[in-house]
């Protein structure tokens, strides 16, 4: 709402009173197919002014146009709505993390009852431990994946890669399969409660196998880890390599930068984890998890609202959803 100024590298375009809105050419604009419509350049491809004004439009009454706009735009602001919650609570996330991975399982207005004390991962509570992971875990990396194997003698089964690892989940809607033995899979062969860190990719990133599928193993750019006692919670991990990962940078010398970025088992063996009592521990993993689900939850919301936004944009540009007149 302020006089502005553009470059060559815009058109301005003024509709023409009584014929089409502007909010109605805001939402049809974007959805013309223009590849066909562009000019090869040396600094890439351009439309020019005189193909842009060859664009067909289709012009319903003013009303219905008016009524158009008023649709989409209630279905965007929607989406908006959606992303403004998804971001907030991000970012509520982020500092509960810092929270908890700093004071323990306490009420904000009870951290200045916590003795704290410093350590090789921080500032943690003073009744914390903090123990290698290779102390607590057995860490198993998995198969290779090779064009020129034998398939004799073996089946195919579905594997995990690091595409399918994400922050706390696991995305099994796009798995690749290759060929194990008997002996193989039994050894790779993947258990609710198995805990996955990346090797390659986004190096650390970890999440929970939750047995989302009765079998399945996982590739050699994957760590497979498994407690060698019951005195951690997967999730309780999970959460801290996001917090310690991504938030604080702290195992930031963990990949070989020389070549492509990798963590071996024995830096992965390295690391200094917090290990604190197992009821708070639970406690800690309860509370980021409730936060996630609000996330995951909002990001279905917001997935559902964009393939809304364009079945109704087809429908309504087209002709095939016909609407009147809004009401003011």
Known sequence: NVDAYHNEAIISIYPKENRVLKEFLFYYLPAVDYSKLQDKAIKGNTLNTSKLIKIP?????LEEQK?????????QNAIEKTEKVINATKQLKKSMMKHLFTYGAVAVDEIDKVKLKESE???????????????IFEVKQGKQLSSKES???????PFLRTSNILWNRIDVSNLSYMPFSDKEFEV???????????????????????GQ???????????????????????????????????RGLYISIANKTTIPNLSSQRLKSFPI???????QQKIANILTTI????????KKKQALQNLFKTLLQQLMTGKIRVKKTKT
């Open 151 to 157: 398939k004799e003698g073996k089946t195919l089964k």
């Open 213 to 247: 599928l009765e079998e399945c193993a996982y590739q050699n750019h994957l760590h497979r880890l498994r407690p060698k006692e019951n005195n951690i919670v997967n999730y309780f991990f999970s959460y801290w390599m996001e917090y310690a990962i991504s938030l």
């Open 274 to 280: 917090p290990l604190p009592p197992l009821d708070e």
């Open 67 to 75: 009524a158009i706009a008023d649709i989409l735009s209630t279905v």
């Open 57 to 61: 439009i289709p012009l319903p009454p």
């Open 121 to 135: 991962i921080g500032l943690i509570p003073e009744h914390w431990e903090v123990v290698k992971l290779g102390d």
């Open 292 to 299: 996630d689900q609000k996330i995951q939850a909002e990001e």
């Open 188 to 210: 790779l062969k993947l258990c609710k409660g198995d805990i996955l860190v990346c090797e390659g990719g986004d190096v650390g990133r970890t999440a929970v196998w939750e």
